[in-house]
């Protein structure tokens, strides 16, 4: 597609359960992001894919969360047992290549998360 | 201490001033240097790439690094009401983090007619 899709764009949910954020990134870009926005905060990074190298997890807050990759499609964000901590905005970015040019990244317009 | 520090603002401008938004950092380590404008329930746009120290232009903004200073600004000429939105500072340390980039808080513009 032309940009960075996410889905859904909105979404409430009660505290303790799951949910899974999609994203869809431009097509043939190798590297996919997560990043976290908090209300007034900047960006908070999450996890990082590149190609087929193992991601880097190293932003992820805590074990409920997860994240996959299928090859250099689609990506999946999971939260499990979902605390009202939780609440924010996840953005997902793609860029073309690791490295360098992976500086520039495109983002989506995110999904807002809401754990009521 | 934050890695990134950024004024919040909100910072509100007359149509045609000169904006000047600023970070700061502690991390040594940080090479590439960024400013994303994210407009309201938009994801960010990337503006400014900066690599190292020295300054960088592109139509009515400019860019800043003082890497001695650990300070970076963006610089905005002939601001237009188009130009409001939040403005965020994002710095990588290159190397195996290209990817990873530590963003500063952003700082809400609103530039008036």
């Known amino acids: 597609g032309a940009g960075v899709s996410q889905s859904p764009s909105n979404k409430v949910t009660e505290k303790g359960k799951d949910v899974e954020l999609r994203c869809d990134p431009i097509?043939?870009?190798?590297?996919l992001y997560w990043y976290r926005q908090r209300l007034g905060q900047g960006l908070e990074f999450l996890i990082y894919?590149?190609?087929?190298?193992?991601?880097?997890k190293s932003g992820l807050p805590s074990d409920r969360f997860s994240a996959e990759r299928t090859g250099e499609s689609v990506s999946t964000l999971t939260i499990q047992r979902t605390q009202q901590e939780d609440s924010a905005v996840y953005l997902c970015a793609s860029s073309p290549a690791g490295g360098s040019r992976g500086i520039s990244h495109t983002f989506g317009s995110g999904t807002r998360l809401t754990v009521v | 201490q934050k890695e990134v520090e950024q004024d919040p603002g909100p910072l509100s401008v007359p149509e045609g001033a000169i904006v000047s938004l600023n970070c700061t950092y502690s991390?040594?380590?940080?090479?590439?240097f960024m400013w994303y404008r994210q407009y309201s329930r938009k994801g960010p746009e990337l503006l400014m790439y900066?690599?190292?120290?020295g300054n960088k232009e592109d139509g009515r903004f400019t860019a800043q690094v003082d890497k001695s200073s650990k300070y970076i600004s963006l610089f905005i000429r002939d601001s237009q009401p188009s130009d409001s939105a939040t403005y965020l500072c994002?710095?990588?340390?290159?190397?195996?983090?290209?990817?990873?980039?530590?963003f500063g808080q952003g700082t809400i513009l609103t530039v008036h007619p």
């Open positions: 097509s043939g870009h190798t590297a």
């Open positions: 900066t690599y190292s120290s």
């Open positions: 994002a710095m990588s340390a290159g190397g195996t983090s290209y990817g990873k980039l530590t």
């Open positions: 894919f590149q190609g087929n190298s193992a991601p880097d």
């Open positions: 991390n040594s380590a940080f090479q590439y």
